[in-house]
């Protein structure tokens, strides 16, 4: 997680995708999927490079 914190948050992009981020953070909260895995998905968007 400490590579995902390296930085600042993109609050724009979480505005722009806040229905998307909602249903990654009920995946997580209902462990349907692990932290790992929606940090990659992130990580990997072209959206974040902004």
Do not use: G, H
Request: hydrophobic share 50%; net charge positive.
């Amino acid at each position: 997680m400490a590579a995902a914190l390296t930085r600042p948050i993109n609050w724009d992009v979480i505005a722009c995708n806040y229905d998307q981020v909602i249903k990654y953070a009920i995946a997580i909260r209902t462990r349907t999927t692990s932290t790992e895995a929606i940090l990659a998905r992130f990580r990997a968007s072209p959206m974040l490079a902004r």
